[in-house]
């Protein structure tokens, strides 16, 4: 059974950070060009980042360019956040994911390749 596992979120206070973490079961991780997505009450879904470890490609939105890390630890299947200087407008459950390796990160760019796996989301608060 493939499962997603994404844990570390919590409240925070503005200016600080957060290390988001999802351990991949069933499957390896090197094999998927790996995601985070957020979503904000009353938003719709945004991809935050992603990376392509066999195209060495990697996307950041911009509202996250320079703050947020993502990363990957293929021995132990497990994908990673980190989210420095963070900012009430990043208040929102966080998503990890799997998708295609593809040299435009389709996954999180247009044509916004449809996400392969899902884990469940960890909220991140963020106060002021």
């Known amino acids: 059974e493939v499962q997603l596992q994404a844990s570390g979120g919590g409240l925070v206070q503005a200016g600080g950070s957060l290390n988001l973490s999802c351990a991949v079961s069933?499957?390896?991780?090197?094999?998927?060009?790996i995601g985070w997505f957020r979503q904000a009450p009353g938003k719709k879904r945004e991809g935050v980042s992603c990376?392509?470890?066999?195209?060495?490609?990697?996307y950041y939105s911009d509202s996250v360019k320079g703050r947020f890390t993502i990363s990957s630890d293929n021995a132990k299947n497990t994908m990673f956040l980190q989210m420095n200087s963070v900012k009430p407008e990043d208040t929102a459950v966080y998503y990890c994911?799997?998708?295609?390796?593809?040299?435009?990160?389709?996954?999180?760019?247009?044509?916004?390749?449809?996400?392969?796996?899902w884990g469940q989301g960890t909220q991140v608060t963020v106060s002021s």
């Open positions: 994911a799997l998708g295609n390796h593809s040299p435009i990160i389709s996954m999180c760019q247009v044509p916004y390749e449809p996400v392969a796996r």
């Open positions: 069933g499957l390896n991780l090197d094999d998927y060009a």
């Open positions: 990376m392509s470890t066999q195209y060495d490609r990697t």
